[in-house]
Each structure stands twice: as C-alpha cells, then as structure tokens.
C-alpha cells in the first residue's frame, strides 16, 4: 500500500503553484512515503491544505500537527521553516455508498452523474473531503468510498460540469433535489437514485 500512497500540497490560491528545487516544479518523490513511514513535502508557499493520495480501500483519519488536527485547515509555513511534528494516520474502515441510477422511466441508466456532498455548507470548500462524484456504469450502478462520518445529500443529475461541486452557489441550487443520506464511521448505504434535470 505504501508504494501507491502520496501526501499532496494544494494551494489554496489558484495563483499559487507548489513549488520545488527544479525548474519543472517538485521533485518526483515529493511527498511519497518511505519505508519507514516518513514523507518530505517540499516547495509549500502560501496557505496550503494537505490531502493524501490513498488505494480505495483507505482513507485519512486525521492528520496532526503539534498536536492539533488540521485534515481541513489550511498550514502554512514561514521562510525556510520546516513542519516538522505532521502525523497522518489512515484507517481502513472506511464508508461505502452504493446504489443505482433510474430515468424517468423507472429503467436504469449509464447517463449523468452522481454527486454527494454534505449537508453542512461550511463544508463546501474547493478539493473537499466532503464532496465526492461519480458516473454509473452501463448497469447504472455507482460506488463512493471514503467519504467521512456525517450527513449528506446524494443526487443524480443528467448533465455536470466538471469541477462545479467546488462551487458552494451550484450545490446550494442542487440541495432541493437531494435524498438524505448518513454515515458512520464504516459501513455500506445502498441509494435508489432517479436522474433528475435542475430547471
């Protein structure tokens, strides 16, 4: 698992690109995890937000530093200082939300996408834990893993633009069409979800 696990930097600006010690940015095994279980993230300029590449089947708990948990804070680094008291832990008890898509018809469709997202809008950032979309495949079944413990709203949608559940306006637009949906800390929820088209 360690060979397909990566701690990734993202700016919170969009103006704002990590940095690294060569012309072409950072360096190929920025933020990949040693055998030892370290990491080095370099290059980090301005409010950042730490997000971890995991396999499917993990995901973050929290991430610590100095003692504080700061999985959805921005860090941000002086000149030439190093982080260097950050802990990530990871679990493998994770949440699974299946289901299945339906037309109008009642007949299951591959068509559209599917979106959850929390129904705390405070939660709404750009690159949120909280917010997570998938397709359904030419069965019209879909899978999300790893979403955190809370509440949430889960819809299917015949047309998304890509990138536009990072904006807090267009889920705003989308909630009254959304099914309620809680999870725990693992387990599986099983959704029936009907294409719907926001006017």
């Known amino acids: 698992m360690r060979e397909r696990a ?3 930097a993202r700016p919170l600006s969009s103006d704002i690109l990590p940095m690294g010690p060569g012309p072409a940015g950072p ?11 370290t990491f080095t993230v370099a290059g980090l300029y301005g409010p950042t937000r730490l997000r971890v590449n995991l396999p499917d089947d993990w995901t973050v ?5 100095d003692g504080r948990d700061v999985i959805d804070e921005a860090i941000e680094a002086r000149s030439g200082e190093t982080l260097a008291n950050l802990q990530v832990f990871i679990t493998s008890k994770i949440n699974v939300v299946a289901g299945a898509v339906t037309d109008a018809t009642g007949a299951a469709t591959s068509d559209g996408s599917v979106l959850i997202f929390a129904d705390d809008a405070r939660k709404w950032m750009d690159d949120s834990r909280f917010v997570r979309s998938a397709r359904p495949d030419q069965q019209g079944t879909f899978q999300i893993k790893g979403l955190p413990p809370g509440d949430y709203l889960a819809v299917a949608l015949e047309y998304v633009e890509d990138g536009s559940w990072n904006d807090p306006e267009y889920l705003e637009s989308i909630r009254r069409y959304a099914q309620r949906v809680k999870l725990g ?11 719907v088209s926001p006017q």
């Not at 360096?27 to 279980?37: H, K, L, V, Y």
């Open 6 to 8: 990566r701690v990734i």
């Open 27 to 37: 360096a190929p095994d920025n933020g990949r995890i040693t055998e030892s279980g």
């Open 61 to 65: 708990e929290s991430i610590q530093l």
């Open 185 to 195: 800390d693992s387990g599986s929820q099983t959704l029936a979800l009907k294409l």
